[in-house]
């Protein structure tokens, strides 16, 4: 018997949350419901790196001081996720931020990483 790898055969429709996007939305609100978090909106900006090359964050987040800051949510990264996210902070004036979900037995919550 031959092992067979699957793939994912795309990402769900624009507009469409995955569960871990969905989580963090979540978290967004009680930042929001704290005063952390002014407005956030789900790929509400889009970015031109290229010719035929754009980055659409997941979300932009609008804190309590009026700094708005790109968050981007990963359960995994691909190679090409990570370049663009890089390419776009050294282009654009914002603060790029990653969030992956820690699991339960690493105290849950979230890993940050800043590009």
């Known amino acids: ?48 790196l290229a010719d035929n090359t754009f980055y659409t964050p997941d979300f932009c987040v609008m804190k309590w001081d009026g700094e708005i800051e790109i968050h981007e949510v990963k359960g995994f990264w691909t190679d090409d996720a990570r370049v663009k996210i890089k390419v776009a902070a050294d282009m654009y004036p914002f603060r790029f931020f990653a969030f992956k979900k820690q699991s339960k037995g690493k105290g849950g919550g979230w890993d940050v990483e800043l590009f």
């Open 1 to 48: 018997m031959m092992n067979k790898k699957f793939y994912a055969t795309g990402r769900l429709k624009q507009g469409v949350m995955n569960k871990t996007e969905s989580l963090y939305r979540d978290h967004l609100e009680m930042c929001k419901a704290s005063g952390k978090v002014i407005w956030y909106k789900f790929e509400g900006m889009k970015f031109r």
